[in-house]
């Protein structure tokens, strides 16, 4: 079937620790088939647009999505969107798309999947019979969807997964903070790259970097500016406030002055493109590049005035 849709014959969804089984079976298909390996894919595309680039994999792009599954899959910031990202699609156009292979023994799979969308026979037919399954499937699936579609198939205008689909998708995925606490560390990497160009571009500035686990406070003279995440729910991303401070160390008490305080949670601004958003009294979103930028900024500002 030559249908312009799908990029990919087959996708691989996997746990980190499975990573060298999915690359074996890999190996055995890469002649035959258009493989995607989400583990030597991403390294190679820029942060935010990873989970969007799994959601389009997955959702829309391949023909077959093989899961590798053991009880973990599902847990972790990617695979909790290729799960996702599955089940919409499930929604839309039915299973014949996916393939579950347990891993686990006894061999389960999730109460969703369909029987005969089950493989358990890799543990006697090695890696070797699940690339002639996947092969098999992949013809399959090329003979049912080259037939005309029955109504109870969603209409071709309706499959696509759409913006508020994708941002769905992601909010969904984070209920954990798993990409949330992401976004938190790219936070701390763009405080600690405007520091250093600061430091470089301006001769005499000094700007002290402090990283523990999830505060990062940076100084400069009396004053600091510190970030740090409290998670007042693990289940919800929204309950998780971003806090940032404004300080003055006074030489005559232990701990130093707090001039302003500052409450964001993370925000899905459109996949792809995450960020913070202000709690109190405002809609206004900002990447962690702005919010890292500014909040320098504004340490500078302060600490030139006492000179």
Known sequence: MNNPKYIYDVVFAFSKKDEHLADQINNLLYDSLNTFLFSKKLEEIARPNRELKIMETVGKESKIVVVLFNKKWGNSPWTKIEEQAIRKRAGKEGYNFLLFIPLDHPPTAPKYVPKDQI????????????????????????????EKL????????????????????????????????????????????????????KEGISINYRLIHKTCTLHCGKYSIKFHMQSANNKTHKESKLYYELLKQDNKAHEPSILAVEAYHFEVKKPGEYGWMRDVGSTSYISSKELAEKSIKLLLKNAHSEK
């Open 150 to 201: 029955p109504s109870t198939v969603a209409s071709d205008e309706h499959k696509n997964l759409d913006v508020d689909s994708e941002k769905l998708i992601i909010l969904d995925a984070v209920n954990s903070l798993d990409i949330s606490m992401l976004e938190l560390t790219d936070l701390f990497h763009e405080l600690k790259i405007f520091k250093t160009k600061i430091e470089k571009d």
């Open 119 to 146: 493989w358990e026979g890799l543990g006697d037919s090695g890696i070797k019979g699940a690339a002639a399954v996947i092969k098999e499937r992949v013809r399959l699936f090329e003979h049912k969807t080259s």
